[in-house]
């Protein structure tokens, strides 16, 4: 059987590395972009691909970048991919306001450039392309999402991301390329980044075994996310490329809570009861039973503009590509808190 080849453009970050694994599972050839920030800090930066055993005969890791049109031709053009998915990006919402013209180099000349480079190369009938699009682009439309419904991205990256959906959906109309969105709600996992709000909040959760430090400062408590396991996410965008025809799909759980009820469910998990006292940014989440401060608020989390309600509507997905998502927001917890504890417990012995 001829095995196909998969380029992965930020394959060393969550979504990449869960996905490289998936499609060497499948038989595939993998080839991964990888920035060279991750070449110089190597262990650190490739330490994702190393825990899912990516790194190995099949898997060959490429030095560039999305922003450089050159790069990107040219590795595209001696890789010779069957399918490229473009999971490069500037990913967090917060950092977006503080560098908004790098979001939109990587965010949205990235795919314009791959594009652009696949148009060039003569190589639209042969390679199929999908664009890492995201819930953010909805901003503040009420929910739920779905992909009928306006988008009014509330961050740079939400445009930046916009700006790339639409430039994935014009190369599909206007030049035939196979290109699909996938428009992917929020999604987590052991691997998710730390300055993300879900994991930081399992790490420190997970910490407190080893005794009481000082509290977790988070922002926006009130703010409604849809969140559901990168892994199921991943086959989605699999499944997305392997439709008769390209299209975009959002990828939800269907099931929305809010950052303080993520909060609550992750201290509960391991015993601790919050009790909520004060309010705005006074506000301080403490320890039912001991009565040490476990969460301060701190507005330096808070955003300019905030995204209230994130609520997917995963239908599309369900009836033409019969995904559906198979792992559960308890479940996807329980696995985050578990690698936090394995990890803290490997730092203590000093092999972290
Ligand atoms: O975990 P977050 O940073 O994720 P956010 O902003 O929803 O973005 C994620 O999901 C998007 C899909 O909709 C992706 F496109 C994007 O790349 C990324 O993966 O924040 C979630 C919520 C926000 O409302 C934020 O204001 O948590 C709130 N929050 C409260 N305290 C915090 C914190 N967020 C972070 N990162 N850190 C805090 O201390």
């Known amino acids: 059987m001829v095995q196909k080849k998969a380029l992965i453009t930020g394959v060393a970050g969550q979504d990449g590395a869960y996905l490289a694994r998936f499609l060497l599972d499948k038989g595939y050839e993998v080839h991964g972009l990888v920035r060279w920030d991750s070449y110089v800090a190597k262990r650190d930066g490739l330490r994702r691909l190393n825990l899912l055993e990516v790194l190995g ?68 009938e042969r390679v199929r392309i999908y664009q890492a699009s995201s819930s953010e682009m909805f901003g ?85 996310r849809d969140w559901g396991d990168a892994r199921d996410y991943v086959r989605g965008m699999w499944m997305m490329m392997q439709a008769e025809e390209p299209d975009d799909f959002v990828l939800a759980s269907g099931q929305a809570l809010s950052v303080r009820a993520f909060v609550d469910a992750a201290f509960s998990s391991l015993g601790y009861q919050i009790e909520w006292r004060g309010s705005g940014l006074d506000e301080l989440g403490v320890d039912a039973e001991t009565g040490n401060v476990l969460v301060k608020i701190d507005e330096a989390f808070y955003r300019p503009l905030e995204l209230d309600h994130l609520l997917g509507d995963a239908s599309k997905a369900k009836d033409i590509l019969a995904w559906k998502p198979e792992i559960g927001f308890e479940q996807m917890l329980r696995d985050m808190i578990e690698h936090d504890r394995k990890i803290i417990s490997l730092e203590g012995n000093g092999d972290g």
């Not at 939109?104 to 190589?123: K, S, Y």
């Open 140 to 224: 503040k439309v009420p929910a739920p999402q779905n992909e009928m419904s306006a988008m009014q991205p509330c961050s740079p990256y939400g445009v930046s991301k916009l700006a790339g959906y639409h430039l994935a959906r014009l190369y599909r109309e206007s030049y035939g390329l196979w290109v699909c969105n996938g428009i992917l709600f929020n999604h987590e996992s052991p691997l998710r980044g730390e300055d993300f709000v879900t994991h930081k909040v399992t790490r420190y959760v997970a910490e407190l075994e080893h005794g009481y430090q000082k509290p977790l400062s988070l922002g926006n408590l009130e703010a409604i």
């Open 57 to 124: 005969p099949y898997f060959s890791i490429h030095y560039g970048d999305v922003s450089d049109a050159h790069n990107i031709a040219s590795v595209i053009k001696s890789t010779k991919p069957d399918e490229i998915y473009n999971l490069a990006a500037l990913s967090h919402v917060q950092v977006s306001f503080d560098v908004p013209a790098s979001s939109f180099d990587i965010n949205a000349h990235g795919i314009l450039n791959i594009l652009e480079a696949v148009r060039c190369l003569d190589m639209e």
